[in-house]
């Protein structure tokens, strides 16, 4: 690969990398230990702020996760919630993507048992809802266009809204990335596409 290339293919690259940055931290609820074919009441997890009822962290234990290993359930004893904030830039969007899935075996019971409400800096986003009739999770991914709307940071945050009975939806994988690229990353763009003219206008005067 030549200068010229190279240099074009590390301003690409750079920006890419750096706008794919999932800003959710422990998305894929992994950072908690949690022994297979089993599930444990947490009233804490790394990265998110936990509810008063806690939640549920499950591995292979009434279902399956999405990604890795384990994933929440927010309905314990009763409805909860978990929230995370998150740094961000006013005016700037990001895509939300997460996997919801009812919790198997629930058909019978009452409509709406499932919910999950979605929230934005203390504003509803949407109501995940399903029903399950199996004995595996049916998970289903969701993606939303969020906008920084608080200065240099936004609450991220998902509530039990169904029959608060301790039977209740299931999330996991959940990431927020950068819509568009952050002006941080505008400015790598900027300087790998100068470096790219300057590699040309010296190839170019060599040439004369």
């Known amino acids: 690969m030549n200068a010229f290339a190279l240099a074009a293919a590390l301003a690409i690259s750079s920006a890419s990398a750096t706008a794919a940055t999932n800003l959710v931290s422990n998305g894929s609820f992994e950072a908690s230990a949690q022994p297979a074919s089993s599930w444990s009441q947490k009233s804490s997890i790394p990265g998110w702020t936990v509810g008063l009822r806690g939640v549920e962290l499950r591995n292979h234990m009434v279902g399956s996760a999405f990604d890795g290993n384990t994933f929440v359930e927010l309905d314990t004893t009763g409805n909860s919630f978990i929230a995370q904030c998150i740094s961000t830039t006013t005016g700037q969007h990001y895509t939300l993507s997460l996997a919801y899935s009812a ?82 990353t505008y400015g790598m763009m900027l300087a790998g596409l100068g470096a790219v003219v300057l590699i040309a206008l010296r190839k170019s005067r060599k040439i004369r």
Not at 105 to 125: E, F, Q, Y
Not at 127 to 153: I, M, Q, R
Not at 169 to 175: A, E, H, Q, T, Y
Request: glycine content about 8%; cysteine-free.
């Open 103 to 184: 919790r198997p075996g629930t058909a019978s019971l009452a409509a709406h048992t499932n919910d999950i409400l979605v929230m934005w800096d203390a504003k509803p986003v949407t109501v995940l809802s399903a029903v399950n009739a199996t004995s595996e999770n049916l998970w289903k991914t969701y993606t939303f266009d969020l906008v920084g709307t608080n200065g240099h940071s936004s609450v991220l945050s998902f509530w039990a809204l169904g029959k608060s009975d301790s039977y209740g939806g299931s999330l996991d994988n959940v990431s927020l990335t950068s819509a568009v690229p952050e002006p941080g």
